[in-house]
């Protein structure tokens, strides 16, 4: 247990259970003779793995069976296009709560394909805090509203799910996903990058109602149309293999350890525990309104920048990795994911408080 | 050495000395204690990783300096769109070249986003033969010329470049990439799926001369457009980095062993074995021209097809692993990739004879 602890907001750790399985499992996956990426998609061998996977994800989320879960290429990225293509023409165009950087992205990508409305922004406060349900300024007409529960940059998370009546609730949950439980049929489609919370970056998973699949817009690639991965089972064409087996490996991981309660009650005790140092500290700081802070993403601030640089040279030295904060937000983020082991959190508060001793 | 061979016509066999350098590198590359998995894309050894990568790829096939190298997801399948939302703007419509299942694919694809001229097409002779250069009949107004090289389901290759003049030509290589030496520059923009001679399956490789970036048609995701993934290194989103990282290592080995003439000699000698084994048996047949014969995919049938199961597991039985030919071909077919050593094919030749002995 001498691997150092990487903080990385994604690609990020992956629990070393898993990795040592991979490792066991590269040249001969049970007894095949194959390693996992070698074999072909449509055999027995893989349908197995791929079907174990989604069996175990199902378990895990308490997904209904009238959710398809596909698992697919192209990231969040690929998705911002993908959602409105699929669902703008059920109604006036879209609803988009805009809270942080990936929210952002998410708008710019969907106006090209039809009329966005706002419903809400945090920009203001420059994205500190989570728009509370009355704030929200939902249209009847719209196609679908789309949110993104946890703002990967800014650290800002919703401390509740949105009520938006009938209208499909569309979640980017690529920086919370399996944090904790979550009640599925609240959403009509959730999307997540695997490289956070799931497995290794090139898979993308989304778990969509059934309804909601099938009335592309004029122009949408096959490849972009949910249809075409849902009547086949994500295998239209090869799909991620090996990606795919490793997030396996951590569902069933997850399982071990308890499932997602259980991972609650971690996480939540990993992010109260690394707050209440920031807080405590009069030399970290975090800006994010107590009652929206992420469990997952930790920006935090030194009270002389200037530190930045010797905190992150030794922090490395320290076996704490990748704490440098996204360009845009500056200072430090400690990412807390699922992998990211108590002790690692533990770990870096030991050191924080240590470096404000030196230098504080 | 005592691994099966693996014909899988992809996902297929990887290098046994790749894997092996995988799982050493699992916990830990290069002393960073991170598996490459866990690697921010943006961080300096990640980043170290994907240059290496896009180097060693650039000097086996001497790609010259005005072509861009892109490492995306999707496969063959999302380049069939990218392709002409791409490049369609550039002319009255799209000339085509239709030599078996995965050039049908392409055209109807193609066919959503603009016009398309089948300017040739070996479908009446079931796609057992490639065209000739007198039988294609181009437009000077094509915005492009499409082509498959080597068709994976069929086993025809083309056994030469087509000269279209001063129009791009587009090759899909997913199955004949790094077999051999090409000259890039009679091409104008090369795509393979990584998980045939390449790597893992999750990664597509677009090798695009510089000036055909930029004109997407309206409507195209940021996502399928060249110029967003050429102006980012690969990185405007998160990048498929642990695929990526492992073609790295199939690009060092290829390197290793000599780069891609060595490769050619090696794949020249392991076809010709096995079509002379076939052809001489008079039991076993490949119904393909022996002018178009591919180095890659070698598909056969055996004189009673009732031995076909027999002959699978008795293959099988024998670490002759993934013999069973497409469903809309039957039969058999070996698959042999780079990865694939001449012992592989030696001894799949030896269990021909030995079978045919017992049931021909």
Redesign the interface.
Known sequence: MS??F?F???????P?LV??R??DE???WHGS???V?????R?KEFMSIAERAEADLRDLLAIPANYKVLFL??????Q???IP?NLLGRGNGADYLNTGSWSKKAIA?AK??GPVHVAATTEASRFTRAPAQDELALRDEAAYVHYTPNETIEGVEFPYVPEVGDKPLVADMSSTILSRPIEVARFGLIYA?A?KNI?????TIVIVREDLIGSPIA?A????DYRTHADNDSM????????WY?AGLVFAWLKDLGGLQAMAEINERKAAALYAAIDESGFYANPVDPSARSWMNVPFTLADPDLDATFLTEAKAA?L??LKGHRSVGGMRASIYNAMPEEGVRALITFMQDFERRYG
């Open positions: 691997r150092p990487n990385s907001a994604g690609p990020a750790m992956l070393e990795l040592r991979a490792m590269m040249l001969d003779g194959m390693c990426a070698e074999m072909s998609h055999g290429q192209g990231g969040a990225s690929s911002f296009a993908m293509m990508e090209r394909f990058g490289q497995g290794p970056a090139g898979l122009g690639p096959t490849m972009f239209y064409n090869t799909p991620p293999t090996y990606a490793l076996g990795l990748t």
